[in-house]
């Protein structure tokens, strides 16, 4: 494995360890978790940024 990979083999692990306990003790159904959790996870930042945006503009802190 590339120096590259390796750094986003570790990166994925501790991305992991932050979102959650293993699912599974297999490692492909344990990814599919992850994947979906962090789908989740990115979906809530994207709301609160609109949210944000939202309230900016209504407030008049910003013209879009």
């Keep these: 494995m590339s120096t590259s990979g390796a ?3 570790k990166a994925w692990h501790y991305w ?5 306990q293993k699912a599974f003790q297999d490692d492909l159904r ?5 994947i ?7 979906l809530h ?6 949210i944000i945006a939202h309230n900016g ?6 013209s879009i």
């Excluded at 930042?45 to 609109?50: D, E, N, P, S």
């Design 7 to 9: 750094m986003l083999g």
């Design 16 to 20: 992991c360890k932050a979102i959650g």
């Design 30 to 34: 344990a990814d599919r978790v992850a």
């Design 36 to 42: 979906i959790r962090t789908v989740w996870v990115v």
């Design 45 to 50: 930042i994207v709301t609160c940024v609109f």
């Design 57 to 62: 503009y209504k407030m008049n802190l910003w």
